[in-house]
């Protein structure tokens, strides 16, 4: 049952990386449609033995292709996923458009697999920090109930896409060599620094978008309008693996020992808790992998209880918290 | 009433901040003695307008010194500090070897600076996240009673030495340049990167030695056994500046405009809280400064009954976070 797949947003970081993960994992491919800005055209990008030409994107794109991989931002989906499920699509949205909406699910395929069944042509992928804090917690929140979430996050420049990413890179150059330090991609110098995350802030609450995202997908993916999460979104000088403190407050004791035995039935999460020689995992270590990798899981120090624990999640924010998480949910298509 | 001092450690990253913090501060100096080991020996060191020698620290360097500012390492402050107390010298000691003891004030001077009345000889400065966490919530902590903190550490570089920062350079220089990274002072790499904490663990419960500071040095400083502390440390891609997430759990309800004008009538914190723009406090802009800045004060997301709290705090570790606090414990002493 192979496939006709287009991307949207092929020249992208994470247009790229769909290409490479539809490679590796060997997704049925009947023809693939590699779209973007008319700027792209004439472009080629490699696929396995092939080179592709980039199209330009329009509303006649969409024909004959059955599952369209969206990442070019929210108004781009906006504004072709329409045409694409009109002409018989199904679109795997990486934006934030349809996220929320009641008719849209929004999957992790280890954790809400059943719910791509009650889409109606749009399938949306979650936001990069919810998919790597929830991948790292679902095997605790399926032992124990959690009250609340609270998540600080060191994102990386990758979120922000290709070209912050190469602006990390430049802001760093020119940082060792004492020259001026760009920033026209992102607002402030990441390279040897960090700030608050570069989403707008709804001023009544003082949270970033990426905090709300955080908090409503969560609640949405879990079915839980109950569960309290409280982010932290910050932006650090790392390219692109995401890495979040998070802290769970449960409803009863936990026992750490039957923690980590459940994630042996878990797929997609690595544990890397080596405290003796202080290795746990680390952003450059966990670039480029498709699991997300937690540690320093520890009981709170001064709770008697253990109803209170803590652990330290690393996820490829390009992978888990995007490409490969949205040809995960084609795979649930085929 | 000019003093004799002397910096041990003086060629260190601290012990430079110590020359440039006594300067700045035109602290009454009758005579500097710089302390180092041998192998900086020969070495001069600006201060003011002359050049000052760097003698080798040994236990009769403290003849006629009167106040001793200690900043090169538990060990040599557990080896020396009898010596220089024993001579006649307070030590106001940057090393954790006695922060702990009983006797030993641990001194913060914008919040406990009648303890140092107690003082047996030896002072301790609190370790550096410590100190920008109880500056960044303190007017927080005087207006309402505080449960809990969750704090989660974005720390630079500065905290592991001279030699981590340049080896922070030359790991981004290598980086760039696709070479291997020079990993000798610093476990892991830390430019583009982040690790936990690299303290020692306390296998037991999982904690690093800096998260154990945190706790009980809070304790300490605040007279307030029962305040619960959940730190998580880690280490994160930048020189000179440690930033902080920081939750704080009230007894009480609290009021957001009160919070900002309690912070009017303290000194050494700024704040910067501009989300409108999206601007707060960064480790690069925060770099050299003597306040410690906070923003993103904000009530917690889903808390309606406001006992939850959030900020994001910077401060510079090598002055709050260490030479400042000890030269202000010195004036204390003046």
Known sequence: M?????IVGATGAVGQEFLNVLEKRNFPIKDLKLLASSRSVGKKLKFKDTEIPVEELKESSFHNVEIALFSAGSSISKTYAAS???LGAIVIDNSSAFRMEEDVPLVVPEIN??????????????????????MAIYPIYKLYPI???????????????AAAMKELELQARAFLNNEPIPTKVLPYPLAFNLFSHNSSIDIESGYNQEE???IKETKKILHNPNIHISPTCIRVSTFRAHAESITLELEVSANIEEIKNSYKNFSGVQILDRPEINYFPMPLEVSGKDDVYIGRIRYDYEDKEKKVLHLFAVGDQLLKGAALNAVQIAELLL
């Not at 192979?2 to 287009?6: I, N, R, Y």
């Not at 009250?147 to 896409?161: E, P």
């Open 84 to 86: 694409a499920v009109s």
């Open 113 to 134: 697999p059943e719910d791509i069944k009650t889409h109606k042509g749009i399938i949306a992928n979650p936001n990069c920090s919810t998919i790597i804090m929830l």
């Open 2 to 6: 192979s496939k006709v797949v287009a």
């Open 147 to 161: 009250k609340k979430i609270i998540v600080s996050t060191y994102q990386a420049a990758s979120g922000a896409g």
């Open 212 to 214: 709300i995202k955080m």
